[in-house]
């Protein structure tokens, strides 16, 4: 039996497909955005699956039904596949990827069939025969993903490819994630639409990771501070608010918003997690212990 092929999203999986010399239904795109809302602890596979369909439909991205089949059929694929026989994971070496590959690496944790790992780059790329002769041998974990999904964000800082992550908490002195200072920074030299806003921001990440989608979703919920800007003539434009420079500024600190990252609740009376960037680690701005 032809070894199953995993990778990050449909875009690429025409090329693995080509590549391995499977029909494109052996390839499995693992379609899910884990950096953005609920990742709980405590589900099984089917419980967490319903509960990133609703999120998935809250957010407008797909009909909750469609999200749970898509959800469901990639799971059921990676289960049924004979566990004596070859997984090949194809992901870049990202945020994005890192938290799709966490929870693989947990469903794979323990199968007796060899796992390999193609690391993808983020250059333009045709043929990807090479990078499959050179696969790797890849021990899968569930200990990543098991700390995505705690409630206690200090899990994440044992993960050494989650740094990117513990900055999404919100910062300990203006209560803005890095994306969601990037935004500001961005729109402090005027409104910008979706497409501009988004090529700005993805432009300051060193690597790059976030999708247009999740980051429109961020900044519309980035309002008082950011605002739309509508008019007959032009698109939607995202426009800083003086309350969002004053933010920007350090004048002001943002109240940290209802909200979901990995298995962490943000939000009033919840824990007060943060990242204190000149510490470099996790901190409880509420004072307790844990």
């Known amino acids: 039996m032809p070894a199953l092929h995993v990778t990050n999203g449909d875009v690429i999986a025409p090329a693995v497909a080509a590549a391995a010399g499977v029909p494109l239904a052996d390839v499995v795109p693992w379609r899910d955005v884990l950096h953005d809302g609920p990742v709980p602890d405590g589900l099984d596979p089917l419980q967490l ?57 947990d469903r794979l944790a323990g199968r007796p069939g060899p796992v390999t790992l193609v690391p993808l780059s983020h250059e333009p790329r045709a043929d990807l025969r090479p990078q499959l002769l050179a696969r790797e041998p890849f021990d899968p974990s569930p200990e990543p993903f098991a700390a995505l999904r705690s409630p206690d964000p200090r899990a994440w800082e044992a993960v050494p490819r989650f740094g990117r992550l513990l900055e999404e908490l919100p910062d ?65 434009r995202y426009a800083l608010t003086q309350a969002g420079a004053a933010v920007l500024a350090g004048r002001a600190k943002r109240p940290v918003p209802e909200r979901w990252l990995g298995g962490v609740q943000l939000g009033r009376g919840r824990p007060a997690w943060a990242w204190d960037a000149e510490a470099g680690r996790v901190v409880r701005l509420d004072g307790a212990a844990g």
């Open 172 to 236: 300990a002195r203006t209560g803005l994630s890095r994306l969601e200072a990037e935004i500001l920074a961005v729109l402090a030299d005027g409104p910008l639409d979706g497409h501009e806003l988004f090529a700005q921001v993805a432009a300051r990440e060193p690597v790059p990771w976030i999708a247009d989608r999740p980051l429109w979703a961020l900044a519309d919920g980035l309002s008082p501070l950011v605002v739309g800007v509508v008019s007959p003539e032009r698109p939607l």
């Open 49 to 105: 699956a319903h509960v990133r369909a609703a999120h998935l439909a809250a957010r407008g991205w797909e009909d909750e039904e469609t999200a749970l089949a898509q959800l469901t059929a990639r799971d059921r694929a990676l289960a049924e596949h004979p566990p004596e026989e070859e997984v090949v994971l194809w992901f870049e070496p990202d945020l994005y990827d890192d938290l799709q590959l966490a929870q693989v690496a």
